[in-house]
Structure formats: C-alpha cells, structure tokens
C-alpha cells in the first residue's frame, strides 16, 4: 500500500489553513470554480463509477449499465466503508443494486478519497479492504468567480445515454452557496458484434444544493441537501430490475476555527438519510413467479472531527455515533390464483454504533516520518420483527434478538524518503462485524452461485491482518511506482452448503449458510509509471493482479487476473488528446469451489480530444470520444455473469460556465 502525502488546501477561504492528509489516491471530478482538474476523459459527464475506476486498488461489480458495487483491493462491500462527506449510508436493496456511490452525480462531486486496507478516513467502521469517502462539491467563501453558472450537455451513441445539467454558485465573505439538477437517461446498450442487451436501460435525476454561513467570529456554519431518484432500472445480469431508488440525503455542520493553537479545527455534523428501493419483475416477459421486493433504510448520525498540526505532527481526533435501521420482504404472486407468499428478508433490523478514531503523522529528520491509527467502535444490534425473530430462530435455536460486538482497527506505516525515492512500509490488525445479510438476512437468491443464502446471527467476527509495502521514484520526466499489500483473515465469512435445507426460490442449486472458515488469504500487487515525452506529450501505463484462496488453498471468487492499461496523451493549450489500450489476461485461478467459470482475455482500445475555448465571461469545454473503437465482444472477471461489455460507444459532450 501506497501513501501519497497531497496537500489538501480548503480553497476559496481566507481564514482556511493548509493541511496534509495520508490518503492513498484522490479522483478530483469537480467543476473548475473549485480549481480541481477531472480525471476522467468524460469530465462532469462521466458517471460516479467511471471516476471510481480511475482509483488504484478499486474494481467494479457490474450487474447492468447503473449503480456499479465498487470493490476495494479484491474485496466488496461488506469489507468496505462507504461514505458521503464522513456520513454513513447504507444501501436499501439486498441484491446490492443501490452501492452508496449511486446517490451521488458527478455535477455535486468535488472529489473522492481512497484509504487502502486497515487505515480508513476517520468516519470508516470496519474497513478491512479499504475506505472511499464521496466529498461533495462546495464553493466556499470568497471564490475568484462570486457568481458562476454552468451548463452541461452529453450524448453517447451506445444505448443513446444523454445527459443535461446546470448549476450555479454565489459566493460572497460571509455566505455561499451552490445547486444544481441533473437528469441522466439510457437505453438498451449493445454489446460487442451488435447484440443488443435487454433491461439495460435506466433513468436518473439528481438535485443538490449547499449553503454556508461565516458567524461572527469567523466560524462557520454549513448544510446540504441531495435528492436522488433513478426509475426504470434494468439489471440484465439478475432476475429483476428496479422500479424506483430513491434517496434523500441531509446535513448540518459547524466548524469552528482555534486561533494561536496546536488545534486548527473542530467540526461536528450531524446528519440523515433514507433510501428507499423498491425491486420487481414486472416487466421481465417469462418469470417463475412474480414477486416484490421493497427495501427501505435510514440513518441518523452525528461526528465530530478534531484537526492539530504543528511543524512535525498531524493529528486527528473523530468521534462518531450512528443509528440506522432496515427493512426487506419479498411477496410472491401465484399467477393463475389469488394465493400469495410473504416473506421478510432483513427483519428490521436496527443498528447503534459508536465509535472514537486517532490518527497521528509525525515528521523526523532525514526524510523519516511515521504514521499511527486506530479505531474502536461498539454496536448493537436488534431484531425489531417477531416474525422475522421466528423464522431465523428456526435455524438457530435459542438465539438472541440483541446482539453486541465490539470493532477494533489499528494500524502503522514508517515512510523514508531519500532524494528522488520514497519507501513505505506498513501493517495493522482489524475486525469487523457480520453485515446485516451475513447475519440476518433470509432465503436471498444469489444468482452468480444460484444458491439462496440465509444469514447467521451466531457469527464471530471476522479479523484481518495486513502488510503492505511500496516504493515510488519521482523525476522531472519519469514517476514509477511499485505497490503490494497482503491481508490474512482469520474467521474469514462466506456462505456454506447446507444440504439439509431445501431452496425457496425456483430452480435454485441449493440454500448456503453465512459462516466462519479458520482462513483465507488475499494479496496485491500494482506496478504504475508516468513518462513525459518533451513538453506536450506523456505516456502512463499500469500493471496489477490479485490473489485470493480459502482455508483449503482454493480460489475465491470474484478475484482480478492480471490487468493493465497504457495510454499517450497529447496535450498543448486549449486542446488535449488521449489514445488508451485497457485489457487484463485470461483468468487462470478460478473460484469453482464457488461457482465461478473464469473470464477470458481481451484488450480494447479507446481515444478522446478536449478542446477548451476560454473567453472573457464564458468558457466552453468541448469533449470527443470513443470507447471500444473495435466493438470487440467481451466481458471482465468481474461483470455478473459474464454480462457483456458495450460495444463500440461514441460520446460528445459541451460544457458552458459562465
């Protein structure tokens, strides 16, 4: 694992002071009013997952054309801590199809922040894999622009995705704020060769706004607002699509600023969201059997964050309290007859967490420095339904309604820095929970093993020792960078066969139960390097591949093969090119204990120019693209049952500021 030490100044304000945080990798995607530069090709047009799988160590779960689960050095979300600004979110669908990251748009985005493995943001609970935090995009105090407003269009010929925008900012001394809409739509995509695939298809609008008040000794108070609707969701990897996601995301902070102190700031926010997701079937031509599933989830929070620096040392104090609750059932409509099957899948479920996070960042001579974490969190857990409570007490007898586990992490890394070489070396040990399916979900069709899984209260948690290392060569022309990391696990969670148990759902392999192995192993490794070739070109290229195996040696699933991705860029005044080549070999370590068949070779290439046309009072960004020039067939190791790839994809977009 890979620190990069970036400076992190609050832009736009005049009693903000510079920071440095430890944070493996940082995508900026917000508009220029906040001077960041976009990684993606695809600018404010690019979805939130297209950013996403710019990050080292992230890899995307893809079950449609929306809402991809991102994954974190080969681990998913259970092993993973998403949040929004520091808040917690949970998503609301059993299946995984609402991933925390689908409630956000590129249009209300400054910035994402990934924490690699055991050393998470400060808000991160159980972060084994790794942390990525959403920062919303704000405009500040005292921008260089006091009024702004923007304007973006976008059409991509695969699936017919278009996308309209517009925003706008005022920003004075005392006072700002920023809002905006966006509406994103799709059709049926194509793969590769021209097949067209069904239920791929989504719509989705986005608005936010922001507001930020200076009092009067020059703290500050700041709120945000995010409605998030997608409808007519296909997923043409699973059994059902969604008839509506819908989230509403709030919260209020203040921030306090210390004069002549070791403490810079202290701010606390506290905040709540609810997700409602609503699955059905409808409108699939041939079912089993219809059926409904509506999931709902809400959270209530608050955090405090406590910031010091002095020459040598960084340190920040978080403590944290959430309270969140979810509910999902599934009814089951005979079609022939009025008779009908309920059943609850998460029995209201509702969780109390507490927790309190340190990090410290201490400089020496000679280039050393050293970095310390650590967190502990306590939660409860209560089954709020009797019939819920009823029908898992049938699996397990005499189990409790309230159970209580205590999450801990800490976690080291000493740095070297000589001349134009960095040298890391780092390792921590932490725990988690069981989730709320691995502990309490009921008969959940997993349609990558076609097995139903029901969840298991009785499990321990699950613990992970971790070390990683690095070295990086930075130049004037040339960077190189080489990174591994390894994570032991011991009472590692996974579903296991119980041929005693008969599936519920139609033509199902089988039921598996939620539960502990001694071991498993998961490794990685990452080789990148950037190299500027005279003043206006540079190439980029990357190398990984990943490791997984259980107690017996065999392969987990869902794993990455050896990946790579090179690019040349061009780049001279308003105008910008890029041609790229992304591929990944066959995947030889196949997890067929697991149901999973492997994924073969493939290399596509794709090519964008930008062209920015600044002016006195309007600047226009003009974007070309194409994805897949060949239009080759294809699918990744980790697109849900081999769901194919978009072909051959062409896309355009304007974007006016004024």
């Known amino acids: 694992m890979i620190y990069l030490l970036i400076p992190i100044l609050l832009l736009s304000q005049p009693d903000s002071v510079e920071t440095h945080v430890d944070i493996n990798e940082v995508v900026v995607s917000g508009a220029s009013r906040i001077g960041g530069q976009q990684r993606s090709v695809k600018g404010v047009a690019a979805s939130i997952d297209e950013h996403l799988a710019e990050l080292r160590h992230v890899e995307l779960i893809r079950r449609g054309s929306y809402a991809m689960e991102p994954v ?57 894999g790794g942390s990525i935090d959403l920062r919303l995009r704000k405009v500040g105090f005292n921008a260089i622009k006091p009024y702004e407003v923007s304007v973006l269009a976008s059409f991509e010929t695969n699936g017919a995705v278009r996308m309209v925008e517009a925003d706008a900012a005022i920003s004075k001394e005392r006072f700002y704020t920023n809002f905006g809409i966006s509406f994103r739509k799709a059709d049926n995509y194509k793969a590769g060769g021209g097949e067209e695939i069904n239920f791929s298809q989504f719509q ?3 608005v936010f706004a922001n507001l930020g008040a200076r009092t009067s000794n020059g703290d500050r108070v700041e709120a945000a607002l995010i409605y998030d609707k997608a409808t007519d969701v296909g997923y043409p990897a699973l059994n059902m699509d969604v008839a509506k996601a819908e989230a509403i995301i709030t919260s209020l902070s203040y921030k306090h600023n210390f004069e002549e102190s070791f403490f810079l700031t202290n701010e606390t926010k506290g905040y709540y969201n609810k997700i409602v997701h609503i699955m059905d079937d409808s409108h699939r031509p041939i079912v089993p059997i219809r059926m409904d599933m509506p999931g709902e989830s809400w959270t209530v929070g608050l955090y405090n964050l406590l910031n010091g620096q002095s020459d040598r040392q960084q340190l920040q104090v978080n403590y944290d309290i959430y309270y969140n609750f979810r509910h999902a059932d599934m009814t089951m409509y005979a079609d ?24 410290d960042d201490i400089s020496f001579d000679g280039g050393h420095s050293l970095r310390l974490s650590a967190k502990g969190a306590w939660q409860q857990q209560h089954i709020g339904s009797e019939e819920g409570y009823q029908l898992l007490n049938v699996f397990f007898p005499h189990m409790k309604r309230t159970y209580h586990q205590t999450e801990l992490r800490v976690a080291s890394r000493y740095a070297l820095r000589v001349e134009s070489w960095r040298f890391t070396i780092g390792g921590g040990w932490g725990s988690r929970a069981p989730s709320i399916t691995e502990a309490y979900g009921y008969y959940l069709n997993n349609t990558f093993d076609n097995y139903d899984y029901i969840g298991n209260p009785r499990l321990s948690n699950e613990e992970a020792f971790e070390g990683n290392i690095s070295a990086s060569y930075t130049a004037r022309r040339f960077s190189l960078l ?22 519920m759902t139609i033509g199902a392999n089988g039921v598996k139960v939620f539960a502990n192995i001694p071991n ?25 591949y990943g490791y997984g195996a259980d107690e017996d040696g065999d392969a987990l699933p869902i794993i990455a093969p050896v990946q790579y991705k090179t690019s040349v860029k061009y780049a001279r005044g308003p105008l910008s090119a890029l041609v790229e080549l992304d591929g990944a070999a066959k995947q030889t370590r196949v997890g067929e204990k697991y149901a999973e068949t492997g994924a073969s070779a493939y290399a596509v290439l794709g090519a964008n120019v930008t062209y920015a046309l600044p002016m006195k009072r309007v600047n226009t960004t003009l974007r070309l693209g194409i994805e897949n020039a060949l239009d080759k067939e294809y699918s990744t190791y980790s697109d849900w049952n081999h769901l194919p790839q978009k072909g051959r994809n062409v896309y355009a977009s304007v974007t006016v500021n004024i």
């Open 72 to 128: 974190v050095n080969n681990m998913q979300d259970e092993r993973v801590s998403t949040t929004i600004d520091g808040m917690k979110i949970f998503y609301a669908c059993t299946d995984k199809m609402d991933p925390v990251t689908s409630y956000v748009e590129s249009s209300n985005l400054q910035s994402i922040s990934l924490s690699s493995g055991l050393d998470g943001n400060p808000q991160a609970t159980g972060n084994i």
């Open 204 to 206: 989705k609008y986005n």
């Open 336 to 359: 022939d007859s009025d008779w009908q099957m309920y059943m609850l899948t998460w029995p209201d479920v509702s969780t109390l967490c507490t927790g309190l996070a340190a990090s």
């Open 482 to 503: 080489v990174d591994a990391n390894i994570f032991r696990f011991r009472n590692y969670i996974i579903g296991r066969v119980e041929d005693r148990l008969s599936p």
């Open 520 to 544: 498993a192993t998961i490794a990685n490794a990452q080789l990148t390097t950037t190299l500027r070739i005279g003043s206006n070109i540079s190439w980029d290229a990357s190398l990984s």
